[in-house]
């Protein structure tokens, strides 16, 4: 059973990091490129960042980019995503997502709450 | 504003069809056979219902169909059921710095 658990989620202060993970079972995780995509508070699902099957390729979306880096270790079949400067306005569930078929995302986590306040 | 436009509802009797727009450009949803649905129940991780435009992925329902004429994307459901009320995201890949883009969202209520 294809399985991303999510962790890392936090309240921290406008300007801080944050370090998110996703520990993937039941799929061989170096196969697949992966997503991170967010849902902020009552409102709809926005692409963050997708990264290829072996981390060679990645992407960020414009409004994260210089601010945000996605990575992941195929040996511990981890998804990361280094947040940082974060902005009251990066207040949401994060989710990983398997890209399991073209341009989608097949599987996905349960979601990681991200609080950016002061 | 997303870049791709839903309706913010749309509402059907059980047994009924209903049908979801996602208007976009040529730059997404008109220029790339990549546009995909997500059903999202409140609380509750999003679900790949369609990919590819109209391809379900197994264990969906063949009430879900999609397609897609021009700049417009469409989602059917077909013999409209109670668990079908969720909010409806359409996707798609983009030739723009940020590869993909996601409708606001239509929430669909089953009367």
């Known amino acids: 059973e294809v399985q991303l658990v999510e962790s890392g989620g936090d309240l921290v202060q406008p300007g801080g990091s944050l370090r998110l993970s996703c520990a993937a079972s039941?799929?061989?995780?170096?196969?697949?490129?992966m997503f991170w995509v967010r849902q902020g508070p009552g409102k709809g699902l926005v692409f963050v960042s997708h990264?290829?099957?072996?981390?060679?390729?990645?992407t960020v979306a414009d409004s994260v980019k210089g601010r945000f880096t996605v990575s992941r270790d195929n040996a511990k079949n981890i998804l990361y995503l280094q947040m940082n400067s974060l902005r009251v306005e990066d207040t949401a569930v994060y989710y990983c997502?398997?890209?399991?078929?073209?341009?989608?995302?097949?599987?996905w986590g349960q979601g990681t709450l991200i609080t950016v306040s002061s | 504003q997303s870049a791709l436009t839903q309706p913010a509802s749309v509402s059907g009797s059980p047994g009924q069809s209903i049908t979801i727009s996602c208007t976009g450009t040529s730059s997404n949803v008109g220029g790339y056979n990549s546009v995909s649905w997500y059903q999202q129940h409140p609380g509750k991780a999003p679900k790949l219902m369609i990919y590819e435009v109209s391809s379900r992925p197994s264990g969906v329902s063949n009430r879900f169909s999609g397609s897609k004429s021009g700049n417009t994307a469409s989602l059917t459901i077909s013999g409209l059921q109670a668990e079908d009320e969720a909010d409806y995201y359409c996707?798609?890949?983009?030739?723009?710095?940020?590869?993909?883009?996601f409708g606001a969202g239509t929430k669909v209520t089953v009367l």
């Open positions: 990264i290829n099957s072996d981390g060679s390729s990645a």
């Open positions: 039941g799929f061989t995780f170096s196969g697949y490129g």
């Open positions: 996707s798609s890949y983009t030739s723009s710095s940020t590869p993909y883009v």
């Open positions: 997502a398997r890209g399991g078929v073209p341009a989608s995302a097949d599987y």
